[in-house]
């Protein structure tokens, strides 16, 4: 286990925001941030703290990303045509255990982490147990028969907690999704305001 998944809900309240929407989330009783400085008063950002604080926002809603993986996800969006923030919140959405979280079959964006890895999940009748596998459109992902019953499983489809996005098809009594099309940033439920376009500022200058 990483030490940013053991201290997960600390990103909440660094942020000062329920990045997640979970109900579990810490910051829902105690908005200040963590450790003995928390409750001091915060200053003004500056230009260069606004694009930090965007971009640390976004990588850490994908769960255990390093800044070597989001830094390589974000040249490739820069490199293929289009606007770099559309084109990163798309490469990030087509992660596989991103699609996992989407589709409801885990709880939470680190527990699909290691339920891809663990070998849980099936890419078009095939195993992948990469969680940074990137789907593509039409893409079938399912959970192995071995794995349906899962507690994990059961506790995540029963949940109000989070609605499925409309890019992909998902049955969940035979726990398949489909990845219709890679989504818009007006396309992804955020539980938050995401903004790629600072992010693209961090990086055009760092």
């Known amino acids: 286990m990483t030490k940013r998944t053991s201290a997960k809900y600390k990103i909440d309240r660094r942020m000062g925001e329920n990045i997640w929407g979970r109900a579990k989330s810490?910051?829902?009783?105690?908005?200040?941030?963590?450790?003995?400085?928390?409750?001091?008063?915060?200053?003004?950002?500056?230009?260069?703290?606004?694009?930090?604080?965007?971009?640390?926002?976004?990588?850490?809603?994908?769960?255990?990303?390093?800044?070597?993986?989001?830094?390589?996800?974000?040249?490739?969006?820069?490199?293929?045509?289009?606007?770099?923030?559309?084109?990163?919140?798309g490469l990030l959405e087509r992660r596989l255990d991103a699609v996992i979280y989407r589709a409801k079959f885990v709880p939470t964006v680190f527990a699909a982490r290691q339920f891809v890895n663990h070998g849980h999940v099936t890419v078009n009748g095939k195993r992948v147990n990469i969680a940074?596998?990137?789907?593509?459109?039409?893409?079938?992902?399912?959970?192995?028969?071995?794995?349906?019953?899962?507690?994990?499983?059961l506790e995540a489809v029963q949940s109000a907690e989070r609605d499925v996005p409309d890019y992909l098809e998902v049955d969940h009594n035979k726990m398949t999704a489909?990845?219709?099309?890679?989504?818009?940033?007006?396309?992804?439920?955020?539980?938050?305001?995401?903004?790629?376009?600072?992010?693209?500022?961090?990086?055009?200058?760092?």
Not at 41 to 61: H, N
Not at 178 to 203: G, K, Q
């Open 132 to 153: 940074s596998y990137r789907v593509k459109e039409g893409d079938v992902i399912a959970v192995r028969d071995r794995s349906k019953q899962l507690a994990i499983v």
């Open 178 to 206: 489909t990845f219709v099309r890679t989504p818009a940033l007006s396309d992804v439920p955020y539980p938050v305001v995401m903004e790629p376009n600072l992010v693209v500022e961090f990086y055009a200058k760092n």
């Open 26 to 89: 810490p910051l829902n009783k105690r908005e200040y941030g963590p450790g003995q400085h928390g409750q001091r008063r915060k200053g003004k950002l500056s230009d260069f703290g606004t694009q930090l604080r965007a971009k640390q926002k976004l990588k850490g809603y994908y769960g255990d990303l390093t800044e070597k993986q989001f830094r390589r996800i974000y040249a490739e969006a820069e490199r293929v045509k289009g606007d770099t923030g559309e084109n990163l919140v």
